[in-house]
């Protein structure tokens, strides 16, 4: 096997790129949320989404038949798509409209240490303390991040019901990542995002036919359905379906570490698009959220090491 494709089928290598993918959808997202309303928003990008997986598990299913998905599969699956693509997502936008970026970043941090305790649980998984202590780290990175490295901002900071939309949505996606652990010892990444889209879908398009009666739209433009195509192909579509796949070889806990890389992917990318240079802060809380993530997703130590 050559090491490029070891690199492409190693966990930790999936669930680095997925920050870096979804952290373009905070900014993208924020764009859109000022032109579309959330359910139409969540609609048009999974939707797309769909569109590109269908034929790919279509492919798949006949070419390498399945066993029989049992009801209680499919059960986890519509739970799966109520959770993760039907509220989720929803929440995120509709908070995105009445939060700041400060606010969303600060709350979204605690999903590694919300989906950790669900875990706990409802998987009875239990983390390491040194998995907790990487967590406080890579919180305080973030937090570092969020603050403009300046901790007397906390004092200023305007909490309103946007926020709790935030929290919520953050509490729903650590449920999401738990139940996928359980989705993917029965079915495939693929067959698990594919279906749980559609699920998701059949919640959605009822869901934006109220919301668009009293919310009329504007026709779409050139550049909203562009970035809507982004956010189905890239955070939906790839990022979705490496999310799944990590979270099937190395747990919901372990993965949620990988969550925290948002932020300072996100300050790269604006330095790549936007041209606005990194901070300081920038840098010292990226490196917070790395060195957390690192150590709290290395193999443990043996009994019998210096370091215990």
């Known amino acids: 096997m050559s090491p490029f494709i070891k690199l492409f089928r190693s966990p930790y290598f999936a669930l680095t790129v997925v920050p870096l993918i ?52 499919w059960f986890l699956l519509f739970f799966l798509g109520l959770t993760g693509v039907f509220a989720f997502n929803t929440l995120l936008y509709a908070g995105l409209r009445h939060t700041s970026p400060v606010n969303a970043t600060l709350i979204n941090a605690l999903n590694p240490t919300l989906t950790v305790l669900m875990s706990l649980l409802i998987l009875g998984e239990k983390a390491p303390r040194r998995q907790v202590l990487a967590l406080v780290f890579s919180f305080a990175g973030v937090a570092w991040i969020a603050l403009q490295g ?45 279906l749980s889209i559609f699920l998701g879908l059949l919640l959605l398009f009822p869901a934006t036919y109220i919301e668009l009666t009293h919310y009329p739209v504007s026709p779409l433009t050139w550049e909203t359905v562009l970035a809507l195509i982004y956010l189905g192909v890239f955070p939906s579509v790839i990022g979705f379906w490496l999310w799944n796949r990590g979270i099937g070889q190395v747990g ?57």
């Open 22 to 73: 979804w952290g373009s959808n905070f900014i993208v997202g924020k764009h859109l949320v000022a032109s579309l309303p959330p359910f139409a928003l969540t609609t048009g990008r999974f939707t797309v989404a769909l569109l590109c997986l269908l034929p790919v598990y279509l492919y798949n299913r006949i070419k390498h038949p399945p066993g029989k998905i049992r009801g209680s599969t």
């Open 150 to 194: 300046q901790p007397a901002r906390l004092v200023s900071l305007a909490f309103n019901p946007g926020d709790l939309v935030i929290l919520f949505g953050t509490l729903v996606w650590a449920v999401y990542s738990v139940g996928v652990k359980k989705a993917v010892t029965t079915v495939s990444p693929l067959a698990a995002t594919t």
């Open 252 to 308: 919901p806990g372990k993965a949620a570490m990988f969550y925290n890389l948002i932020p300072p992917f996100t300050a790269v990318m604006n330095y790549l698009f936007l041209s606005e240079v990194p901070k300081a802060y920038h840098v010292a809380g990226g490196f917070l959220v790395l060195w957390g993530v690192i150590w709290g997703t290395k193999p443990a130590e043996r009994r019998n090491s210096v370091f215990r």
